[in-house]
């Protein structure tokens, strides 16, 4: 595969003292398992407590606006009643329920939440109409609520550009890494 100018220019940021939010969809799963692994395997390697990344997870795509916010709100309001404190000092709760979420006994605030989905083009125009309001809501969602939300929805027209996005074609770069890196420098640079 040739080349490319195309791709991120990552730094170096300590993501110890963060606490990472990850919501996928379940569409597609085949993609979104290697995606999901790759974006975790690069906050442990930024040095995220694996304590301190919650993954929860919606049917599909046009859900994940409305389970971020969820996300956001729930550790929002268990932090305040648990007296606050930075995030990632204060036990995590893990949690595949956004319901449990928001019953669990102690969480802090998140430092950044990472959006995962994957559209895949087929004959009709729904693709588009998902692409344009989840892309929308997730950028409206972070700049309302003031905290990063990181864009990992694949929009492919086939399968095997989706698969390479998902680092699973020979040579291939899986782009949850780049989400996982993003959300520790933007955590970081959020808390300094
Ligand atoms: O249709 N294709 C896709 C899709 N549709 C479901 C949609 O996101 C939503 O869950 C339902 O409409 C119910 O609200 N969701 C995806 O993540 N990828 C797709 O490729």
Redesign the pocket.
Known sequence: MASSLKGPTPQQHDGSALRIGIVH????STIIEPLLKGTKDKLLACGVKEKNIVVES??????LPIAVKSMYSASQVQASSAGGGSAGDLLASSTTDLTALSSSTASAPFDAIIAI????K?ETM??EY?SDA?SHGLMRTQLDLGIPVIFG?LTVLNDDQAKARAGLLSGSHNHGEDWGSAAVELGVKRGA
């Not at 969809?25 to 597609?28: G, L, Q």
């Not at 919606?58 to 859900?63: A, H, I, N, R």
């Open positions: 969809a379940r569409w597609n919606v049917p599909g795509s046009w859900e989905g994957v559209l895949i087929g729904h693709f998902i989840v929805v």
